[in-house]
């Protein structure tokens, strides 16, 4: 059974920093994508970055270019996302996901390109 775990949420303050976690079990992921996604209550979810099985290449959304970074290890299974300069807006509950495709040559942006979600992780910024 394939189980994606995120970690790392809470609460900060604006312009702080925090470290989300996700880790993938059940099968190996090594030639698979994964992603962050986000959803604010009363907003649909969007992407917020994604890297490429190989970790070769990596896209953001825009409301976070310059300020998250997102990194991998397909070996361990694991996508980590280090959020910077944090805003209120960026309050949501954040979602890790593995591309359902393989050896992929660019990063899946959207929902529907994602099979597998974590269950979410709350991330709270004060103002």
């Known amino acids: 059974q394939v189980q994606l775990v995120e970690s790392g949420g809470g609460l900060v303050q604006a312009g702080g920093s925090l470290r989300l976690s996700c880790a993938a079990f059940?099968?190996?992921?090594?030639?698979?994508?994964m992603g962050w996604f986000r959803q604010a209550p009363g907003k649909e979810r969007e992407f917020v970055a994604g890297?490429?099985?190989?970790?070769?290449?990596?896209e953001y959304g825009d409301s976070v270019k310059g300020r998250f970074i997102i990194s991998g290890d397909g070996a361990k299974n694991t996508a980590d996302l280090q959020m910077n300069s944090l805003k209120p807006e960026d309050t949501a509950v954040y979602y890790c996901?593995?591309?359902?495709?393989?050896?992929?040559?660019?990063?899946?942006?959207?929902?529907?390109?994602?099979?597998?979600w974590g269950k979410g992780t709350q991330v709270t910024v004060s103002s």
């Open positions: 059940g099968r190996s992921f090594g030639s698979s994508g």
């Open positions: 996901a593995v591309d359902s495709s393989y050896y992929a040559l660019v990063v899946a942006t959207t929902e529907r390109e994602y099979e597998y």
């Open positions: 890297i490429s099985w190989n970790g070769g290449r990596t």
